[in-house]
């Protein structure tokens, strides 16, 4: 898996030069499926293709912005396409190819930015958590949220204390020699001492290396925004808990790593930790809402949200996530009820200005928001 976080996406849309190509293609484990996934992909670009030209690309510039996406299909042509799905990002110069967590749907949207959406959704899920397990033998990421756990790379963190610590300085500041029976027949247990040995010395090594995890975890855990709930045992848990900088980290967690194999165990002791916190925020931004209508603060009108976006002035953001405003960014004003060829969708537009100008964004279901005339609500900075 490789997710992405908000940080990850408001650098995408900044760096993408247009013309942009985003697709989102279900995937699936099943070997009997993979081919009409495969397919699926391949009809995208296609797609994509069909509309570069409708907006006036050339030949040239057309095959040159989709040869990573037929490189790629043309790499799963014997085999299922990665994870629950696939995101292909495809720009003048440049891709990007995501795994996502849950299936999405398949869609193909074509302008001068990337289309992000469905994944900062994802991103600012309020269901949504990290799991880190940490022993000193290893560390694991995980990504969760109502329905289970997901395994995050974790290459960056150092996984043994040794890696922190180095192997020269454990050897020659400790001695050892072997004293009485060990667990197995014929084993002797391991005493250390000498120069360095002891419980403080053990301690400082635990301290550094578990510092080092956290350096190592901070910046993309701090990009999900989300409640972060800690697995480890006694010291680790405690000492962790003091020194890492993590936002997020509940004050609970589970007083144990995760064993192998045990994900379903463990998310069932991580869901009830978080859940009573999740959600609470969007419930906050509802009734700040409803308060503010009629006093100014709080503007509905899509083109004033989307201009109050780009200029910073959009404290926080909320979006009704069955809604879409397909229009010509030039052109806000005039929403499309179907989406044209070159039409963006104004809500994905405004959630990253507003994440990028350091607002907050949040996304309710159908029937969530206070009223029923605009999916997309802006409560305004004070002046």
């Given amino acids: 898996m490789n997710p992405i976080g908000i940080a990850g996406l408001e650098r995408l849309t900044r760096a993408a030069t247009p013309p942009c190509v985003s697709i989102y293609v279900p995937g699936t484990p099943i070997a009997e499926q993979a081919r009409a996934e495969r397919l699926l992909l391949r009809a995208a670009l296609d797609d994509a293709d069909e509309e570069l030209q409708k907006l006036g690309i050339d030949k040239k510039t057309r095959e040159e912005v989709l040869a990573p996406g037929r490189a790629l299909a043309a790499r799963h042509d014997r085999e299922p396409l990665p994870g629950r799905g696939i995101v292909l990002f495809l720009w003048r ?32 899920a309020p269901d949504r958590f990290v799991l880190v397990s940490i022993r000193e033998g290893g560390v694991r990421l995980f990504g969760g949220d109502r329905d289970g756990l997901v395994p995050l790379p974790s290459d960056d963190v150092p996984q043994e204390l040794r890696e922190v610590v180095g192997f020269d300085h454990r050897a020659t500041s400790l001695q050892m020699h072997s004293q009485g029976p060990g667990a197995g027949a014929g084993a002797r247990s391991a005493v250390f001492h000498g120069q360095g ?42 000492t962790f808990r003091r020194l890492s900088g993590i936002p997020g980290l509940l004050a609970t967690g589970i007083p144990q790593a995760a064993a192998p194999g045990a994900e379903s165990a463990l998310h069932a002791r991580a869901w009830p930790l978080v859940r009573d916190q999740l959600g609470g925020a969007t419930r906050a931004l509802v009734g700040r809402v409803r308060q503010g209508l009629g006093t100014g603060r709080v503007i509905q009108q899509p083109d004033a949200v989307f201009q109050a976006s780009i200029e910073g002035r959009v404290a926080d953001l909320l ?18 009820a179907t989406r044209e060829a070159g039409d963006l969708d104004l809500i994905d537009i405004a959630a990253v200005e507003t994440l990028r100008h350091g607002g907050d964004v949040r996304f309710v279901e159908k029937g969530g928001m206070p009223t029923d005339d605009s999916p997309i609500a802006a409560v305004l900075r004070r002046p």
Avoid: F, K, N, Q
């Fill in 319 to 336: 979006c009704d996530s069955s809604g879409h405003l397909w229009a010509d960014p030039g052109s806000p004003a005039h929403v499309h």
């Fill in 93 to 124: 110069g440049g891709s990007r190819s995501l795994e996502t967590w849950t299936p999405p749907e398949r869609l193909v949207v074509v302008g001068r930015r990337l289309h992000v959406r469905p994944l900062l959704e994802r991103a600012v």
């Fill in 197 to 238: 040995a002891g419980v403080d010395d053990r301690a400082d090594e635990r301290t550094r290396y578990l510092r080092a995890v956290d350096r190592a975890l901070a910046p993309a855990i701090r990009s999900m925004r989300c409640p972060v709930v800690l697995a480890a045992a006694e010291p680790v848990a405690a």
